[in-house]
């Protein structure tokens, strides 16, 4: 439940940068970054796109926890929450953070399948749903498409 500590920690600072363990920074320079997150709505991913969409690594009811337009979430665009920063401004508050706590907080949303191996091949893995959930990725991925 990253999503709490990192709620918890944005309660006293103007921004966040959430790095799993395996997660390492070639830079200390973060300025660049920063300023992106600044411009662009107050969030920024650090990971590459996963090559399938979110709809196939998202189990279908965290969909009636979300508005969602489905188009959305079969494009070709899922990005990792491995690292990412978060800036804390009312934009992320009000569409992403709150969204995401809540769901957090309910078990039928953040994991309502408890299959997170999503190594299964489907033939297109931007139209099909593999059968596995990606919990907190998936509420990001939802949230910010």
């Known amino acids: 439940m990253k999503i ?4 918890k920690v944005l309660l006293e600072t103007p921004l966040v940068i959430w790095m799993d363990a395996s997660v390492r920074f070639l830079s200390s320079d973060l300025s660049p970054e920063i300023a992106l997150a600044k411009n662009n709505g107050g969030l920024v991913f650090f990971s590459t796109v996963t090559g399938h969409s979110s709809y196939a690594v998202t189990d279908p009811g965290m969909y009636q926890y979300f508005p969602t337009d489905l188009r959305q979430q079969k494009r070709p665009i899922h990005v990792q929450t491995t690292a ?6 009312q934009e992320v508050v009000r569409h992403v953070l709150w969204w995401w706590i809540l769901c957090a907080l309910d078990k039928w949303c953040i994991a309502p399948n408890e299959n997170d191996d999503c190594s299964t091949m489907v033939k297109d893995t931007f139209n ?9 990725q998936s509420a990001a991925n939802v949230l910010v498409s």
């Open 4 to 7: 709490l500590v990192i709620t």
């Open 84 to 89: 990412f920063m978060v800036v804390n401004n």
């Open 128 to 136: 099909d749903y593999i059968g596995c959930h990606r919990c907190d």
